[in-house]
């Protein structure tokens, strides 16, 4: 027999005789792969005891944080599992020019040194009318606030309206109303059944009373009525004695 089948010989006798070891260690290897945890599962099954972010790190239940650098709003860790759920963000300002929108609630960064109202736009601490009775004024921190003109009751009652002024004007100056009629003021005005009427007028102004005081005005009692006299009574009235005849009563003569 030749050397090499010699060697082969041996070869395949040795290979018989390791083989029930390798069959023993392949069923022990297979059997404690089946014990390791899930590769799936880096950290094995936390549900239910603690969260871990996208970088690794552990918080414990009710722990908030960020899961990842790309997430803006935060995470609350819970027995089911982080919640991620949008705060309710403040309202950007009307007038911000640049907003940052990095953060989980946009962040204004920049506001325009003026005022919008209605519309417009007004530099700061400038005035403006926004009506013929109403004046604002745009403020230091970029609020506007309005007055209303306060105008005193007119003297008068048909004021009018004109043009680029607020409050109304008395163009007939101070009157006032006797039923529908109006009357000058400063004037005792006469009117039918013998009734005086004038505007109030009190402590150096117009009583804002829009109707008349009025007085009824007595008729003075006419003088008593004469009857004419004819020539001839006139004449007796006016003779004298010297022109009756004189007769005298015989009976009182002693």
Not at 29 to 44: N, Q, R, T, V
Not at 75 to 86: E, F, H, K, L, S
Request: with cysteine.
């Amino acid at each position: 027999m030749s050397t090499s089948s010699l060697a082969l010989l041996l070869l395949l006798f040795l290979r018989s005789a390791r083989s029930p070891g390798v069959a023993a260690e392949y069923s022990s290897s297979s059997s404690s792969s089946s014990k390791d945890p899930d590769p799936d599962y880096e950290f094995g099954d936390y549900r239910g005891k603690w969260c871990v972010d996208d970088r690794g790190y552990v918080y414990g239940l009710g722990d908030v944080y960020h899961p990842g650098p790309g997430a803006a709003c935060p995470c609350t860790c819970t027995a089911d599992g982080p919640v991620c759920v949008r705060p309710k963000c403040p309202r950007i300002h009307p007038r911000c020019t640049r907003v940052r929108y990095r953060a989980c609630c946009a962040v204004c960064e920049a506001v325009a040194k003026v005022c919008v109202y209605g519309g417009r736009t007004y530099r700061l601490l400038e005035e403006f009318r926004v009506s013929r009775c109403e004046r604002c004024r745009c403020g230091a921190n970029r609020e506007v606030y309005c007055s209303v003109s306060d105008c005193p009751a007119p003297h008068c009652v048909n004021p009018s309206f004109e043009p680029n002024h607020c409050c109304p004007v008395c163009k007939s100056g101070p009157n006032c109303f006797v039923g529908s009629q109006i009357i000058p003021a400063g004037e005792r005005v006469d009117m039918e059944d013998s009734t005086v009427c004038y505007c109030t007028y009190r402590d150096g102004s117009w009583h804002i009373h829009p109707q008349a005081t009025c007085e009824h005005q007595p008729q003075d009692s006419p003088p008593p009525a004469t009857v004419p006299h004819s020539p001839r009574m006139m004449d007796e009235e006016h003779r004298g004695w010297g022109e009756r005849p004189f007769n005298p009563k015989l009976d009182a003569i002693p």
